[in-house]
């Protein structure tokens, strides 16, 4: 009779696990940089389409915005400007993404504040300035606080100048390739700087592109609870070989949300409680 009770014991709490890995929640966050990019000739500039395709699935995107935009010629006409605050409205978060997204001292597009060229970062003063004024401009477009700082290019680990000038402004999110999960460390809430599968997607790589972005998905499921990836605006746009990448989006999303053992939470960094991560397994 002992035996047996022992026996009910250990089957009950083995059905809980199981229950436990069944029900388990992977956080999942949807990026998209450079917003109306100003290089791109895909006319209309839009992100709509791809925003529907999100909605479908229940997911919240995270645009990252490089606020010089909004002051340049091709977006006088204010259409940026809506955009923003209609995809705001419908629950989408806006995030800083420099200020143009160019070095003042090289013009290189690849880096913004920590010239890569000549070894050296741009004055305090231009950088405050121009940091400020993006968050503002931001903020006034939208009509929401901007708390999260996606860096351009290779300034993803922030130098001391610019981690000041960030925490003096009210920013409390900074992407981090350095990290697995968003992890609270040294005053700073870090986000993974997360994987691109779909830059320049074509007949011939949308194979190769779903396969990595399932392989990362899986590997990142085993380690934690907590999966993003990230995408480009103008492969964004419906324009782009006849809307590609919302059907590559579309079809990746279905094929997370039938992962066994697994319930997809789609999140943006404004919902983010640290209690859901589990740390990531060595």
């Known amino acids: 009779m002992k035996r047996l009770k022992v026996t009910f014991i250990l089957l009950f709490f083995s059905l809980l696990s199981a229950v436990a890995q069944e029900n388990k929640t992977v956080y999942v966050t949807i990026r998209v940089d450079d917003i109306f990019m100003r290089e791109?000739?895909?006319?209309?500039?839009?992100?709509?389409?791809?925003?529907?395709?999100?909605?479908?699935?229940?997911?919240?995107?995270?645009?990252?915005?490089?606020?010089?935009?909004?002051l340049e010629a091709q977006n006088q006409d204010g259409a940026m400007a809506a955009t923003l605050r209609r995809v705001v409205g419908r629950g989408h978060m806006v995030s800083m993404h420099g200020f143009k997204h160019q070095c003042s001292l090289c013009g290189s597009t690849g880096h913004e504040f920590d010239c890569a060229a000549q070894k050296t970062l741009i004055a305090y003063e231009q950088e405050i300035n121009e940091l400020r004024k993006g968050k503002e401009l931001l903020e006034k477009t939208t009509g929401t606080k901007v708390t999260t700082y996606?860096?351009?290019?290779?300034?993803?680990?922030?130098?001391?100048?610019?981690?000041?000038?960030?925490?003096?402004?009210?920013?409390?999110?900074?992407?981090?390739s350095l990290v697995q999960i968003p992890t609270a460390r040294d005053g700073w809430s870090h986000v993974p700087d997360v994987g691109e599968?779909?830059?320049?997607?074509?007949?011939?790589?949308?194979?190769?592109?779903?396969?990595?972005?399932?392989?990362?998905?899986?590997?990142?499921?085993?380690?934690?609870?907590?999966?993003?990836?990230?995408?480009?605006?103008?492969?964004?746009?419906?324009?782009?070989?006849?809307?590609?990448?919302?059907?590559?989006?579309?079809?990746?999303?279905?094929?997370?949300?039938?992962?066994?053992g697994t319930r997809i939470r789609y999140i943006t960094l404004d919902d983010v409680d640290f209690g859901w991560f589990t740390s990531p397994s060595r």
Not at 45 to 70: N, S
Not at 238 to 251: H, M, Q, S
């Open 150 to 176: 996606v860096s351009p290019g290779t300034d993803d680990q922030l130098n001391p100048q610019t981690k000041g000038i960030l925490k003096q402004l009210g920013v409390t999110w900074v992407t981090d």
């Open 197 to 260: 599968y779909t830059w320049d997607l074509s007949d011939s790589t949308y194979e190769t592109g779903m396969k990595s972005a399932m392989t990362d998905f899986g590997r990142a499921i085993q380690r934690g609870n907590y999966f993003g990836f990230a995408l480009h605006d103008h492969f964004t746009r419906a324009a782009f070989r006849n809307g590609i990448v919302l059907r590559w989006t579309d079809e990746f999303l279905s094929r997370i949300e039938r992962t066994p």
């Open 40 to 70: 791109s000739p895909l006319k209309p500039q839009e992100i709509d389409g791809f925003i529907e395709v999100c909605e479908k699935h229940g997911a919240r995107v995270m645009l990252a915005v490089i606020p010089h935009r909004l």
